[in-house]
T-cell receptor, first 112, second 113 residues
C-alpha cells in the first residue's frame, strides 16, 4: 500500500500571499489530520477531517483552513501568510474514527 | 487543558547502551499511546504503540510501558545503534470524545559510536 503523500514538498512564498497544500491519504483511510511543526513549538494540531467533515480543530487563526474531498484527499490553505507561518506542515491519515495515525513526509513552507 | 509532557528533551547515549524516554499525560480519558520516530527531513514514523488495557509491549529492541494510575508511559530502547539517532515523539489519544492526539515536545536522541 502506498503511504501518505504530500505535495509540494517545498514551497517559498512571501508575506501576504496565500498557499494551498495537498495531502493524499493511504487508500481506505477516511480521516486526515494536519499538523504544523516548528522547532520551538513541536507538533501543533491544526484540524482533522473525517468523511469530508471537519471533526476537530486546533487553536489556529482563521487564516488556516482546510477541506476534504469525497476521495478523502485533503487540502490545507493558509491566507495572508506571515513570517511565523514558516514551518513543516504534516498530514496524517487513519482508517476510521480512531486508529493508528500515519504521517506523510511533510511540506516545508518558507515565508520570506 | 490536555497536555503531554516529555522528558528529556535531549539524550546522548553510547552505542550499545539503553535509552529511556518518559511521558506524562493529563487527560484521564486517554487510552492509546503511540510513539513516533522522526529522522531528518522526514515525517514521523510509528515505531510502537500501546493501549490502556496493556501494561507493557515489546518489539525487538523497543519496549513501551504504561502506568495508568500515575499517567506515565515510557519508551525503552536497548542495545542502541547509531541509526536510532532521531527525534522521538510520544502522544496520547482517546477512543471517545474528540479522538485527538496530543503530542509531547519530542526528545532528540543521539547515539554515539
Amino acid at each position: 500500500k502506498a503511504g501518505v503523500t504530500q505535495t509540494p514538498r517545498y514551497l517559498i512564498k512571501t508575506r501576504g500571499q496565500q498557499v494551498t497544500l495537498s495531502c493524499s491519504p493511504i487508500s481506505g483511510h477516511r480521516s486526515v489530520s494536519w499538523y504544523q511543526q516548528t522547532p520551538g513549538q513541536g507538533l501543533q494540531f491544526l484540524f482533522e477531517y473525517f468523511s469530508e467533515t471537519q471533526r476537530n480543530k486546533g487553536n489556529f487563526p482563521g487564516r488556516f483552513s482546510g477541506r476534504q474531498f469525497s476521495n478523502s484527499r485533503s487540502e490545507m490553505n493558509v491566507s495572508t501568510l506571515e513570517l511565523g507561518d514558516s514551518a513543516l506542515y504534516l498530514c496524517a491519515s487513519r482508517q476510521d474514527g480512531f486508529g493508528t495515525q500515519y504521517f506523510g513526509p511533510g511540506t516545508r513552507l518558507t515565508v520570506l | 487543558g490536555e497536555n503531554v509532557e516529555q522528558h528529556p528533551s535531549t539524550l546522548s547515549v553510547q552505542e550499545g547502551d539503553s535509552a529511556v524516554i518518559k511521558c506524562t499525560y493529563s487527560d484521564s480519558a486517554s487510552n492509546y499511546f503511540p510513539w513516533y520516530k522522526q529522522e531528518l527531513g522526514k515525517g514521523p514514523q510509528l515505531i510502537i504503540d500501546i493501549r490502556s488495557n496493556v501494561g507493557e509491549k515489546k518489539d525487538q529492541r523497543i519496549a513501551v510501558t504504561l502506568n495508568k494510575t500515575a499517567k506515565h508511559f515510557s519508551l525503552h530502547i536497548t542495545e542502541t545503534q547509531p541509526e536510532d539517532s532521531a527525534v522521538y515523539f510520544c502522544a496520547a489519544g482517546s477512543t471517545s470524545g474528540t479522538y485527538k492526539y496530543i503530542f509531547g515536545t519530542g526528545t532528540r536522541l543521539k547515539v554515539l559510536a
